[in-house]
């Protein structure tokens, strides 16, 4: 009977042992998962970072070459000139382009009322 005692409490001895060897286990591959994730979105990113700094490059260097065209409608400041922009336009066309308001604002007229007046409200009708 001792024996028979002994053997079951070696087996549950060896159940409890290969339990905590196995948790232990699953914590490491946990732990190894978690660190691989950490690691793909560390990548991610450094190359997100990557691809940003590159395209504020490319910006920059945009910009810099539309800054260093010459702009007809301002004038060059370190080489001014009177007339930036030749005229090519004769007396019609410039008749054409001038788009005025038309006749000068006459005086003494008031000006129109926008707004309308509603008499006070009432609940009469309800």
Do not use: C, W
Not at 39 to 64: D, N
């Amino acid at each position: 009977m001792q024996a028979v005692k002994e053997k079951l409490s070696d087996i549950a001895a060896m159940r409890k042992a290969k339990a905590e060897a196995k948790a232990e286990e699953q914590e490491e591959k946990d732990l190894a998962k978690a660190r691989i994730e950490v690691a793909k979105e560390m990548r991610k990113a450094k190359e997100a970072e990557a691809q940003v700094e590159h395209h504020l490059a490319k910006a920059g260097q945009k910009a810099e070459k539309e800054l260093a065209k010459p702009h007809p409608y301002h004038q060059n400041l370190d080489n001014p000139s009177p007339n930036p922009v030749p005229n090519t336009m004769d007396g019609h066309q410039m008749h054409h382009t001038d788009r005025g308001s038309g006749a000068p604002p006459m005086e003494g007229l008031a000006e129109p009322r926008l707004t309308r007046e509603f008499p006070p409200a009432t609940n009469q009708h309800i």
